[in-house]
């Protein structure tokens, strides 16, 4: 006895059509499947290749940062010694200026100017009489040493100022290099 027998006439052309729809069901569940199977594949392929392209982004990304900082250091560097430059400079210049400055103040060493011939030259100053030599050519008149102080400080403020501007226009062209 088959199992369409055991139901009443009237309803057996239902039930063929109810179990022809259940198979088609499952048929058309498993083209899902199937194209579901095949959209999953090329979307894994195509998450695959973004992931690629931004890891080579990033990799780009640290091969320039690490090229600039490799930049960066090497101008640190530079500047570096150019400010040793500078203070060495500084240094000596300050050196130099306090030796004359104790020789100054010692009488070890006088400041003297030339005095200016014709009716106005050597008004108010004296020529310096008994300087232990014999001193050929134009006249010259010594300085008081408190004077000659305030020259040697002033030409001290001009050389620490030339060296000051010589380098910060080192540091400008050093910043301002093409790289």
């Known amino acids: 006895m088959r199992l ?28 899902w499947v199937a194209q579901d199977w095949r959209y999953g594949k090329e979307l894994a392929e195509q998450a695959g290749q973004v992931d690629q392209a931004a890891l080579k982004r990033a990799e780009d990304a640290l091969a320039a940062l690490a090229i600039e900082q490799r930049s960066r250091l090497a101008l640190e560097s530079r500047l ?23 020789r100054l103040a010692t009488a070890d060493v006088r400041l003297s100017v030339l005095l200016a011939a014709g009716p106005a030259g050597g008004v108010g100053l004296s020529a310096a009489a008994g300087t232990g030599g014999v ?24 050389d620490q100022g030339l060296i000051a501007l010589a380098a910060c226009q080192a540091y400008a062209k050093e910043v301002s290099a093409p790289k």
């Open 80 to 102: 570096q010694a150019n400010d040793e430059t500078h203070h060495k400079e500084l240094s000596d210049a300050k050196n130099t200026q306090q030796r004359l400055s104790d």
């Open 135 to 158: 001193v050929y050519g134009a006249t010259r008149a010594q300085l008081d040493p408190a004077h000659a102080q305030r020259i040697i400080s002033i030409t001290d403020d001009g």
């Open 4 to 31: 369409i027998d055991l139901l009443p006439p009237a309803l057996r052309p239902w039930a063929v059509a109810l179990v022809l729809l259940a198979i088609a069901g499952v048929a058309a569940g498993g083209a």
